[in-house]
């Protein structure tokens, strides 16, 4: 029995390679896409995120010692709980505890001036009339840049590929002020 012959190439020799080629072509617009989904939704993560950590922050600050508790709260808002020093928020590392600002408000929501020792001195303040811009009752916590408030920069993952491209894909995230009543910060009766 005789084995069927091996057909020939019935391509000319100037198509040799189009797969390839049309293989790279069709694989820049998909990779391209691909990217931009990933960019897109890592952009609604921060955004997301950057609300809840604003509201985890001025959650704590309302209930936490304002004299002593500060930095602890702001890298616990970030959901790094036990650490030191700067740390980043997962997965956004234009986001850090350095970001974080936390303002106690008096009964007219300006900053207090001057501001109470302890969580003691707070409460005696609130109760002398004379003292009531020293007086804490409300807390806004905010994403800030540290110049002048306005909120950080998304920066994306592929960032460096647009820097070479010549694009500026800078996207300010908001600050996303949380304002709410102050509770106890951090008093404790003895």
């Known amino acids: 029995m005789r084995l069927p012959a091996c057909t020939p190439d019935v391509r000319g020799p100037r198509e040799r390679g189009a797969t390839a080629v049309e293989f790279a072509l069709v694989s820049l ?5 691909l990217f931009g989904i990933v960019e897109l939704g890592r952009l609604m993560y921060v955004w997301n995120t950057v609300q809840e950590v604003t509201r985890r922050a001025a959650r704590e600050a309302v209930v ?3 004299s002593t508790d500060v930095a602890a709260l702001q890298r616990e808002s970030i959901f790094r709980a036990g650490t030191a020093g700067v740390v980043l928020l997962p997965a956004a590392a234009e986001i850090s ?27 005696s303040a609130c109760a002398d009339a004379g003292r009531v811009n020293s007086c804490i ?5 905010e994403v800030c840049d540290t110049d002048n408030c306005q909120g950080v920069f998304y ?14 894909f800078r996207i300010r995230i908001p600050i996303s002020p949380v304002v709410m009543p102050a509770e106890g910060l951090g008093f404790v009766p003895s």
């Open 29 to 33: 617009f998909f990779f391209t896409l």
């Open 64 to 66: 936490r010692n304002f």
């Open 97 to 123: 505890n350095a970001e974080i600002r936390i303002t106690y408000l008096d009964v007219n929501q300006v900053e207090v001036s001057p501001a109470p020792t302890d969580p003691a001195d707070n409460l």
């Open 137 to 141: 009752r409300y807390v806004r916590a």
């Open 155 to 168: 920066e994306p993952v592929v960032g460096f590929l647009l820097a070479v491209a010549g694009v500026d």
